[in-house]
């Protein structure tokens, strides 16, 4: 009786032990995305400037030192930690918010670096998915529009698995910008960083509805 008893609880311990075919395969799956991660990552680290995240180019123009420059630093560090984004995961960036403020309103600023990340993404050789691309060319007397950011005039389902999104905050000086990548369906963060953009940097942008300076406006 003892000896069947005893049989019984190897078995037991056995089968709890034992890990499905399925299971398997995804832990292999997991394990592959990763180390093509890193292999993708170490094979385009090196077309990205050596700077220091931050740091002022030296001997360039004033046009130069804009905030394209910084937000290029920022990447820097993204891509020495990120995980798991290889050139077939399609991304998306989302504007960047400021960290005690609303989260459903954005500012130019944020709005510029994420333009700029944009641009950066696909300078890495990341797909990078424009959500706010309609499904549609609006032809009008005021031009032919194609972006939109009335989320009826976009798809409701895009090839997004990961997103870059961060915060801003405002420091002496200038602003913090905490960037990460987010996986859209595990919430995961796979890679982040962090920079500082200068005030006179950010002060640089001018809104569409504010003129430039030095520019007379006459009324017709």
Do not use: W
């Amino acid at each position: 009786m003892k000896k069947t008893a005893l049989c019984g609880l190897l078995a037991l311990l056995v089968a709890g032990c034992s890990v499905s075919p399925e299971q398997s395969q995804s832990d292999a799956a997991t394990s592959a995305a990763y180390q093509a991660s890193l292999g993708f990552g170490e094979q385009y680290k090196q077309q990205f400037s050596t700077q220091q995240v931050g740091e002022k180019p030296q001997h360039t123009s004033p046009q130069q030192q804009n905030i394209n420059h910084y937000v290029r630093g920022i990447m820097q560090e993204l891509v020495n930690n990120l995980q798991y984004v290889t050139s077939s995961t399609p991304m998306a960036v989302s504007s960047f918010v400021f960290v005690d403020g609303s989260f459903d309103q954005a500012s130019l600023l944020g709005n510029q670096i994420a333009e700029s990340f944009m641009y950066e993404i696909h300078q890495f050789g990341i797909p990078v998915i424009d959500i706010k691309t309609s499904d549609f060319i609006r032809i009008t007397e005021q031009g032919d529009f194609v972006l939109t950011r009335d989320y009826l005039e976009v798809s409701a389902t895009q090839p997004i698995e990961y997103v870059v999104t961060g915060t801003l905050a405002k420091h002496q000086g200038g602003y913090l910008v905490n960037a990460r990548v987010v996986g859209m369906k595990s919430k995961a963060v796979v890679g982040s960083a962090q920079g500082f953009l200068p005030a006179e940097i950010a002060n640089g942008l001018l809104s569409s509805g504010k003129p430039a300076e030095g520019v007379k406006l006459i009324k017709g």
